[in-house]
């Protein structure tokens, strides 16, 4: 097993998932964990660092997050080459860069030394799903895919949800070690924040299919009407504030690090933001409020929210 890694994305949540895959793989203690942010840091530090014997452990683990092969110096390179010559397999290294130019020469070094992984190339549903039968087949309990695919769509893609959300099978069915559909059910509630995101994106995107089938299943479901209303303001107000800031100047990873959200979710915000202005989100905003107010005096005796839905 390889232990020098290279974790290629802008997505948090699919990076974490392959961060935790390793994790789970290798033998490590947590106090001999290190982390990194290249960012702020010459990357010398980490070949520094990995050269070093401890004296109290074995397994060393290094993650260097914002790794930027453009900032990689042509001394650097050469320091990574001899350290690969007699590099330390005790050593963990994980290197995360949200991209990477493979054109430049220090790449090639990587791509024969380290196993990458390119989040952005790849759909990881099938790793998830690996991951989920594998966790299964090793406690010893039995599912078919069918129920592994349908607990996917239910505990959402974040790999600490879905450790959770299993962790909750194996209790409850510890006995028997068979799960199947209606355990899931009983056990495992939609992720309710990926259904929100799904729902405003809809809305974002005009998709009146999709709002109508989404929005009629919240009411079967008795999602409360202010929560709704409540859930979409703040999430217009994070697309304003979004809007705003890239109106100003502001990089989408400044945005992120201000809102506190991944880069990612930024830029493709941004991406569905293209044909809004500030003037529209602001209405938008206001519309819901005024929906909000004229619910909770009893003003309006018709749907508003499924009206504005349909016709902003």
Do not use: W
């Amino acid at each position: 097993m390889n232990n020098l890694y290279l974790i290629i994305g802008e997505d948090g949540t699919v990076i974490d998932f392959y961060l935790h895959d390793i994790l789970k793989k290798i033998t490590y203690n947590e106090e001999s964990k290190i982390i990194y942010d290249l960012s702020t840091t010459p990357f010398s530090s980490i070949l520094d660092e990995a050269s070093m014997i401890s004296l109290f452990d074995n397994e060393k683990l290094i993650i260097g997050n914002n790794f930027d092969l453009n900032k990689l110096t042509d001394s650097e390179t050469e320091y990574l080459k001899k350290y690969l010559n007699v590099k330390n397999n005790n050593v963990y290294i994980i290197l995360i860069a949200s991209k990477i130019d493979a054109r430049k020469s220090s790449y090639k070094v990587l791509k024969d030394n380290f196993t990458i992984i390119d989040c952005t190339k790849n759909d990881n549903s099938d790793d998830l799903f690996k991951y989920i039968k594998s966790t299964i087949k090793e406690k010893k309990y039995q599912i078919s895919d069918f129920n592994i695919s349908y607990f996917l769509s239910k505990a959402g893609n974040d790999i600490n949800n879905i450790d959770s959300e299993l962790n909750k099978l194996f209790i409850y069915k510890e006995e028997t070690k068979n799960i199947d559909k209606s355990d899931i059910d009983l056990l495992i509630a939609d992720n309710i924040d990926n259904i929100i995101y799904e729902f405003t994106n809809a809305i974002i995107e005009n998709d009146y299919s999709k709002i109508t089938s989404m929005y009629n299943n919240f009411k079967i479901q008795n999602v409360s009407f202010d929560y709704l209303i409540s859930i979409l303001a703040n999430n217009f107000h994070q697309l304003l504030i979004i809007k705003l800031l890239s109106n100003d100047g502001k990089s989408n990873l400044e945005i992120s690090k201000i809102i506190g959200k991944k880069e990612f979710y930024v830029k493709k915000n941004l991406e569905r933001l293209y044909q809004y202005t500030v003037t529209d989100l602001s209405k938008y905003i206001d519309r819901l409020a005024t929906i909000d107010r004229n619910f909770k005096t009893g003003k309006s005796h018709i749907d508003e929210l499924e009206l504005f839905l349909l016709s902003k």
